[in-house]
C-alpha cells in the first residue's frame, strides 16, 4: 500500500510497543532513541543558549559556575520536568513519581506481575554497582531468585532504558559473551534516588564514571564502534575501551584534579599489549598530551571531552 503519510509512535515503554506491533516493518521504518538530557543540552540550557556551540568558552571563563553546574547534573540527572523545577522539595516528589510509576505500572504491567519487590531491589543493588562486574549468581542469591528471571529482569532494565550493559574487551568474541558485563545507568538522577542519594552525593568517583560513559556512549552512537571495559586476572583495568574495528582507544577517568601527567600500570600494560591508536585520561581539569611506545596519551577536562571528535 502506497500512501504519502508517516506515522511517529513514541513512548517510554519499548518493549510494551514492539510487543503491540506484530510487523517487522524492516526497511520502513527508522527508530530514534531519545534519552533524558545530557549534559551538553543541560548546559546549553542553563546558560540560556549563550555557549551553545562554543562550551569550551564556558567553561575557562565561568570556572565556579560551570563546576556548580556540573555537579547539579551528577546529582540530579537529565530529567526535563526535574531541571526546569528549582526547588529540591518538588524535584524529589518529581523523580520519586518517575520511579514509582515505572516500577508498580510499567514493570507489573511488562512482567505480569503484582509484587515487584524484587525488581525494586535488583534497581537499587545495580545502582550501587555501576562501574563493577555483574556476579549473577550471587545477584539471584540475594534476591531469592532463580538465574533465569534474574536475567529477564535485567533484560527488562535494558529495554526500558534504565541501565545499559558494557562487556570485556577480548580478540576471543567467545569470551566476551561469557564473561560478566558491567553496568551503567542512563540517567544519573533515576540512579541516585534508587540509593537514597538524590542530591546529595558523597562518592561521586563512580557517578562520574557513569557520566563519562554516556558522553562516549553519545560520541559513538551512529558509528559501528562499540565500547568495552578491560580487565585481567593480574588486576590491570581500563574504565572503557572503545573498539572500532580498525583500532582502539583507551579511555580512563579519574575524578580528580590532576596536577601532573602520570601513567598507571595498567595503561602501560594495554598500551604494550594492543597498541592503542590514542589513550585518554578524563579527569577534571588537567590538559596534557604525552607519549608512550607512539600511543598519544592525553590528559583532557571532562567538558573538553564534550566537544572531542574521538574518532577523527
Not at 561469557?178 to 538524590?198: C, E, H, Q, V, W
Request: proline letters at 2%.
Amino acid at each position: 500500500m502506497n500512501s504519502s503519510y508517516k506515522f511517529i509512535v513514541s513512548g517510554s515503554g519499548s518493549v510494551e510497543l514492539k510487543e503491540k506491533v506484530h510487523e517487522s516493518l524492516a526497511g520502513r521504518k527508522r527508530i530514534f532513541e531519545l534519552s533524558t538530557l545530557s549534559f551538553e543540552e543541560f548546559i546549553n540550557f542553563k546558560t540560556n543558549q549563550r555557549y551553545e556551540d562554543r562550551l569550551l568558552e564556558f567553561f575557562p571563563i565561568e570556572k565556579e559556575k560551570g563546576y556548580t553546574l556540573f555537579d547539579e547534573y551528577l546529582n540530579f540527572g537529565g530529567y526535563p520536568r526535574i531541571v526546569l523545577e528549582e526547588k529540591l522539595s518538588e524535584k524529589l516528589k518529581l523523580i520519586n513519581e518517575i520511579y514509582q510509576s515505572y516500577i508498580e505500572r510499567d514493570i507489573s504491567y511488562l512482567l505480569k506481575v503484582h509484587k515487584t519487590e524484587a525488581f525494586s531491589d535488583l534497581v537499587r543493588i545495580t545502582a550501587s554497582q555501576i562501574g563493577n562486574m555483574v556476579n549473577y549468581s550471587e545477584l539471584s542469591s540475594t534476591l531469592g531468585i532463580s538465574f533465569k528471571t534474574l536475567k529477564e529482569y535485567l533484560w527488562y532494565l535494558e529495554k526500558t532504558f534504565i541501565i545499559q550493559k558494557i562487556t570485556p574487551y577480548f580478540k576471543n568474541i567467545r569470551k566476551e559473551i561469557t564473561k560478566s558485563p558491567i553496568l551503567y545507568f542512563y540517567d544519573l538522577g533515576l540512579r541516585n534516588f534508587a540509593l537514597g542519594n538524590f542530591g546529595n552525593l558523597e562518592n561521586k568517583s563512580f557517578v562520574f564514571q557513569n557520566f563519562v560513559f554516556n558522553i562516549l556512549k553519545e560520541k559513538i552512537r551512529e558509528t559501528t564502534s562499540k565500547i568495552c571495559f578491560w580487565r585481567t586476572k593480574g588486576k590491570s583495568e581500563v574504565d572503557f575501551v572503545i573498539d572500532s574495528g580498525r583500532y582502539v582507544i583507551q579511555v580512563e577517568v579519574k575524578y580528580q584534579k590532576l596536577k601532573k601527567p602520570k601513567i598507571t600500570k595498567s595503561l602501560r600494560s594495554f598500551i604494550n599489549r594492543y597498541h592503542p591508536e590514542k589513550t585518554l585520561i578524563v579527569n577534571l581539569e588537567m590538559d596534557a598530551m604525552i607519549e608512550l611506545n607512539k600511543t598519544k596519551v592525553n590528559f583532557i577536562p571532562f567538558y573538553k571531552l564534550l566537544m572531542k571528535n574521538l574518532l577523527a
